[in-house]
């Protein structure tokens, strides 16, 4: 079983003590902020997973969402007792990885947190090896890739999403997927909205890895060559 690191950021001190044992009973690793600005100055401890209230004292939900995202771009779960059709598609759009509305059981956000857990970090890591491509090594376990042509072999500075997109395009080179399969797999099944996200990020990961072979496969998908 995999020892994550998951941070709850709640001020509702009885709903954070019974989420929090749910979450140790998984066997991972947790830490609970009640305000944002204590939150706000424990990012750069990159945990695997922010669980996030969005009304919070300080810095709010939103707020601290926008800091992960700009400064390590961890996956987070929303969860609010708000007006949940506007903090659902907010959040999203800001990057929101899932989305809870309260009140809510337990157990529905242990499995959507073990579905993004799952599904950013792997559930065999030991097995997954790198992948060498066109001059980039691409390491799922550390979830880095590293130009190997440049100068001291420099880290492609990739966000979580255009990681994921490498990961899932990578693992089986010269198979197309389809949008609809890769915004599962990037985006989680409960994302909606324009297909075109996928292009951006495929844009991106085009510009910021440019000697690998993405091929577009018009009114379909992506998939990526071994040439």
């Given amino acids: 079983m995999e020892q994550y690191l998951v941070y709850l950021v709640e001020d ?8 929090r044992a749910y ?14 600005n204590d939150a706000l100055d424990a990012i750069e401890d990159k945990p695997h997973l ?9 810095t709010d939900g939103y707020q601290l969402l926008k800091a992960i995202k700009e400064k390590e771009d961890r996956p987070v779960i929303f969860i609010s007792a708000r007006d949940q059709d506007l ?34 970090y792997g559930t065999s890591t030991q097995e997954q090896k790198k992948i060498e491509l066109n001059q980039y090594l691409i390491d799922p376990i ?15 500075d990739l966000t979580t999403k255009e990681m994921d997109l490498i990961l899932l395009l990578t693992g089986d080179i010269g198979k197309a997927f389809s949008r609809e399969k890769i915004i599962e797999f990037v985006w989680g099944e409960n994302y909606f909205g324009s297909e075109r996200a996928v292009d951006d990020v495929v844009r991106r990961v085009r510009k910021k890895m440019n000697r690998i072979h993405l091929e577009t496969l018009y009114g379909y998908g992506y998939r990526i060559l071994s040439s």
Avoid: C, H
């Fill in 12 to 19: 509702e001190e009885n709903l954070s003590a019974v989420l």
């Fill in 23 to 36: 979450l140790e009973k998984e066997n991972w690793s947790v830490k609970v902020f009640d305000n944002g």
């Fill in 50 to 58: 922010w669980i996030l209230d969005i009304m919070l004292p300080g």
């Fill in 87 to 120: 903090d659902r598609v907010l959040g999203l759009e800001m990057g929101s990885d899932d989305y809870l509305s309260k009140p809510f059981l337990p157990q529905e956000l242990i499995i959507r947190a073990k579905k993004i857990l799952n599904r950013i």
């Fill in 142 to 156: 550390g979830r880095t890739v590293t130009d190997t042509l440049a100068t001291g072999e420099e880290l492609v």
